[in-house]
């Protein structure tokens, strides 16, 4: 068999069936990428919750450690900044992760102090404090701290504890 005859024998794709391939592509794309970007949102969330679960446990430990009060204020409910320090100071303000947003239990926000003795103050607001993402409020973790220890723990979330 020569080689023209071997290359008359050859086809290429259809139109049709090139069109129902990219199709195909862009439906598994649009499945994947709605679960990426899911988890992405989540995996702000986490982020922030870390952030912010470490700053409070920072505060607690210097309060003790260097016998002064520290503060721990989130200035409005639905706020992306906090501020944190000793209170006889001023106090250092934080930003969270973009997206991603912290709640008190009030409008006015929430005050923490810190004491040297290992306890802790609510002076205003409420706990457990909210760290959810702005754009999927459903992407949140609660925070709660037992004023007579200092403990901080994130409780796991269940139903629908994200509403403001």
Not at 4 to 24: M, N, P
Not at 87 to 100: C, H, K, N, W
Not at 111 to 127: K, L, Q
Request: charged share 20%; hydrophobic share 35%; aromatic share 6%.
């Amino acid at each position: 068999m020569s080689r023209q005859r071997a290359w008359e024998d050859e086809h290429g794709f259809t139109l049709v069936e090139l069109i129902v391939v990219i199709l195909i592509m862009g439906i598994v794309f649009a499945i994947a990428s709605s679960t990426w970007f899911g988890a992405i949102e989540s995996r702000k969330a986490d982020s922030a919750t870390n952030q912010v679960v470490a700053d409070l446990r920072h505060a607690n430990s210097k309060a003790t450690n260097r016998l002064e009060d520290y503060s721990f204020v989130i200035p409005s409910a639905n706020s992306t900044t906090y501020e944190i320090g000793p209170t006889s100071e001023e106090l250092v303000p934080t930003s969270l992760p973009d997206g991603t947003q912290i709640a008190g239990g009030v409008a006015g926000g929430v005050d923490i102090t810190f004491h040297s003795d290992g306890s802790a103050e609510v002076n205003s607001g409420t706990t457990p404090i909210t760290v959810r993402s702005s754009q999927d409020p459903t992407k949140c973790h609660q925070i709660d701290i037992n004023t007579a220890t200092s403990r901080i723990e994130v409780d796991p979330v269940e139903g629908d504890p994200c509403d403001p």
